[in-house]
């Protein structure tokens, strides 16, 4: 199971982290990681972490603003948004699938999604 937290009104220009607890399972091959659906929009992956070696990847509109890490003692996920914009609201989802990439969409595991307002 995936828990998410820490969305949340915001101003333009400042900072959230979300948090991504898992349970239920052993992770240590696992991939993790962020999508998010924007109002009227698809759901779009934001960012993924191999929980082993802790590699990551990110879509090219967040790349040098947010960041992905792993707390393995506390088998967590956290996606620190930096210099938000107004165009970074949407509901965001952790989700998981136990090797490869999650940039395709395909997950095995989804948490329930948290709301990152940004406000202009």
């Known amino acids: 199971q995936l828990q998410a937290s820490g969305g949340g009104l915001v101003q333009a220009g400042g900072s959230l982290r979300l948090s991504c607890a898992a349970s239920?399972?052993?992770?240590?091959?696992?991939?993790m990681g962020w999508f998010r659906q924007a109002p009227g929009k698809e759901r779009e992956f934001v960012a993924d972490?191999?929980?082993?070696?802790?590699?990551?990847y990110y879509t090219a509109s967040v790349k040098g603003r947010f960041i992905i890490s792993r707390d393995e003692a506390k088998n967590t996920v956290y996606l620190q948004m930096n210099s938000l914009k107004p165009e970074d609201t949407a509901v965001y989802y952790c989700a998981a699938k136990p090797s490869g990439s999650l940039v395709n969409g395909l997950a095995t595991s989804w948490g329930q999604g948290t709301l990152v307002t940004v406000s202009s």
């Open positions: 972490i191999r929980w082993s070696g802790g590699s990551t």
């Open positions: 239920g399972r052993t992770f240590s091959t696992y991939v």
